[in-house]
């Protein structure tokens, strides 16, 4: 647990005590989002169920390619049917390896490249982008490796948008979708007019987006849509436990809509401001809408990179303000702690795959690995 409490508190001191000018070294940044590729990449099977079901998915392509049979006969077209871009990713990559964990590794380093560039091309700040990663995004790059990579590659859509260039902004979200069909959620974000809206016609739809997603029409909207596309299985996932409210996501709307509304005047005209902002916002609404939804807060992530350019631009504006830049750290410093104790086993202990064994109590192993010969050697593959 300790190791990661020392990388939040070395980029929080980043934030706090590095000279302003620095706030877009492409070097503090890329030396970060490195390091953090390297450690994320290298840990053994970190962040629960998910490494694994695609670690064996892509042990299977490889070793169905190894034997000279068509790889695309493997499981994960099965699994994957309509997100032809992952499983695509993975024949290539079983042409440079065998190993579930090189293959983790360089699928992690795609993750972080993407982005680099995305924090890079719409940040003003990277070092409370960074932070803000932390909080929203970091520990997710563990485990959800498909919509991580979608997220990433979503994010380079938003230029499109402010430029508008219709065609390029789709093909973008469809690459996107094609590693994680969700990833579609982004497509209606190109109508909206770039323009700035009044706060009290946000405050309003708002509202209106916490009524739904309280009535449950959103939810049983998003399934009647998966019945026409072939997402059956996965919305189910999105939408279970339609009966709870989640207090969470409503905390997270309101904490960020009160920070950018109470700021709004840091946003200028700049049409890519405006774009982001609005984009932005739709972070906020999509939380709203599915505020009954086990998992319909991960439709949110698409808008993160956004949210991230916004707040970033706001604090740009606003450097001296104390109050916003600690209520930043104190809300970063919350979500992250929270998952650092949530998830518990599934990241503490940290351990890499440098060193073969397993991790003492690690049910996660006990109830998923489908190769126990990992365990005696790393790389044995």
Same mark, same amino acid.
């Given at each position: 647990?300790?190791?990661?409490?020392?990388? $939040?508190?070395?980029?929080?001191?980043?934030?706090?005590?590095?000279?302003?000018?620095?706030?877009?070294?492409?070097?503090?940044?890329?030396?970060?989002?490195?390091?953090?590729?390297?450690?994320?990449?290298?840990?053994?099977?970190?962040?629960?169920?998910?490494?694994?079901?695609?670690?064996?998915?892509?042990?299977?392509?490889?070793?169905?390619?190894?034997?000279?049979?068509?790889?695309?006969?493997?499981?994960?077209?099965?699994?994957?049917?309509?997100?032809?871009?992952?499983?695509?990713?993975?024949? $290539?990559?079983?042409?440079?390896?065998?190993?579930?964990?090189?293959?983790?590794?360089?699928?992690?380093?795609?993750?972080?490249?993407?982005?680099?560039?995305?924090?890079?091309?719409?940040?003003?700040?990277?070092?409370?982008?960074?932070?803000?990663?932390?909080?929203? $995004?970091?520990?997710?790059?563990?485990?959800?490796?498909?919509?991580?990579?979608?997220?990433?590659?979503?994010?380079?859509?938003?230029?499109?948008?402010?430029?508008?260039?219709?065609?390029?902004?789709?093909?973008?979200?469809?690459?996107?979708?094609?590693?994680?069909?969700?990833?579609?959620?982004?497509?209606?974000?190109?109508?909206?007019?770039?323009?700035?809206?009044?706060?009290?016609?946000?405050?309003?739809?708002?509202?209106?987006?916490?009524?739904?997603?309280?009535?449950?029409?959103?939810?049983?909207?998003?399934?009647?849509?998966?019945?026409?596309?072939?997402?059956?299985?996965?919305?189910?996932?999105?939408?279970?436990?339609?009966?709870?409210?989640?207090?969470a996501y409503l905390l997270e709307a309101v904490f960020f809509l009160w920070l950018i509304l109470g700021n709004y005047s840091s946003i200028g005209k700049d049409k890519q401001q405006i774009a982001l902002l609005n984009v932005a916002l739709t972070f906020c609404a999509t939380l709203l809408l599915f505020?009954?939804?086990?998992?319909?807060?991960?439709?949110?992530?698409?808008?993160?990179?956004?949210?991230?350019?916004?707040?970033?631009?706001?604090?740009?504006?606003?450097?001296?303000?104390?109050?916003?830049?600690?209520?930043?750290?104190?809300?970063?410093?919350?979500?992250?702690?929270?998952?650092?104790?949530?998830?518990?086993?599934?990241?503490?202990?940290?351990?890499?795959?440098?060193?073969?064994?397993?991790?003492?109590?690690?049910?996660?192993?006990?109830?998923?690995?489908?190769?126990?010969?990992?365990? $005696?050697?790393?790389?044995?593959?």
């Amino acid at each position: 647990m300790y190791i990661y409490l020392l990388i $939040l508190a070395f980029a929080m001191a980043g934030a706090l005590f590095l000279p302003h000018k620095t706030a877009k070294s492409t070097i503090y940044l890329a030396c970060w989002m490195i390091g953090l590729a390297f450690f994320v990449g290298i840990s053994d099977m970190l962040g629960g169920f998910d490494r694994y079901i695609y670690g064996e998915m892509f042990d299977e392509v490889a070793d169905i390619r190894r034997s000279g049979q068509n790889p695309l006969t493997a499981f994960i077209f099965e699994q994957y049917p309509t997100e032809l871009g992952y499983a695509y990713l993975n024949i $290539l990559l079983s042409y440079i390896t065998a190993n579930r964990y090189i293959f983790i590794f360089i699928v992690t380093l795609i993750i972080y490249v993407l982005y680099y560039v995305n924090i890079r091309r719409y940040s003003e700040d990277y070092k409370v982008a960074l932070l803000l990663f932390f909080g929203l $995004l970091f520990f997710f790059t563990f485990t959800y490796l498909r919509q991580m990579i979608g997220v990433g590659i979503a994010g380079l859509s938003f230029k499109f948008i402010y430029e508008r260039k219709l065609w390029k902004f789709v093909i973008v979200v469809l690459i996107a979708a094609s590693f994680h069909n969700s990833a579609l959620i982004l497509l209606p974000v190109y109508f909206i007019p770039i323009k700035k809206y009044s706060m009290g016609a946000i405050m309003v739809l708002m509202i209106l987006c916490l009524l739904v997603g309280v009535s449950g029409v959103s939810s049983s909207l998003f399934e009647a849509y998966s019945s026409t596309s072939g997402l059956e299985e996965r919305t189910t996932q999105y939408i279970e436990d339609t009966s709870g409210f989640r207090v969470a996501y409503l905390l997270e709307a309101v904490f960020f809509l009160w920070l950018i509304l109470g700021n709004y005047s840091s946003i200028g005209k700049d049409k890519q401001q405006i774009a982001l902002l609005n984009v932005a916002l739709t972070f906020c609404a999509t939380l709203l809408l599915f505020i009954r939804s086990e998992n319909g807060g991960r439709l949110g992530w698409f808008f993160i990179m956004a949210l991230v350019a916004t707040l970033t631009t706001i604090f740009s504006q606003s450097y001296k303000n104390i109050l916003n830049r600690t209520l930043v750290f104190f809300v970063v410093f919350f979500l992250y702690i929270r998952i650092v104790f949530i998830w518990g086993i599934r990241i503490s202990p940290y351990k890499t795959f440098f060193t073969n064994g397993v991790r003492t109590g690690d049910i996660i192993y006990e109830k998923y690995e489908y190769d126990p010969n990992y365990a $005696l050697d790393k790389f044995y593959r």
